[in-house]
């Protein structure tokens, strides 16, 4: 595996982290009433999404062991591009339920 795609698998394991810990004890609610969470949240998704894109021109074939990479950049297209238009149940939705299925199947590419 390239250098480069490993560096940006560690990207998205580090963004991933930083979602769990800046959402571990909250609930919807207290999400939806914390801008600077959300915030943050939403700025780690665009990480891990453009990671992913920058993976997909190296080499799309470490792609194939990411469930959901097309849906994950396109996730990052709408957190950037449609800001004023974005869903903060779909953005809580990833963050418990498909956020930990990104971080097994990148820890199982870096064999961590």
Request: aromatic share 8%; hydrophobic share 40%.
């Amino acid at each position: 595996m390239q250098l480069d795609v490993k560096k940006y698998l560690f990207d998205i394991l580090d963004a991933a982290g930083n979602i769990e810990e800046y959402t571990h004890d909250l609930e919807y609610t207290n999400y939806l009433a914390d801008s600077q969470v959300q915030a943050a949240v939403e700025r780690k998704f665009e990480i891990i999404g453009e990671a992913l894109n920058r993976i997909k021109k190296l080499d799309s074939s470490v792609l194939e062991s990411i469930s959901e990479h097309q849906r994950i950049i396109g996730f990052r297209n709408v957190i950037t591009h449609g800001y004023d238009a974005l869903d903060t149940e779909l953005v809580w939705d990833a963050v418990r339920n498909h956020l930990p299925t990104l971080k097994k199947q990148v820890e199982c590419l870096l064999n961590v």
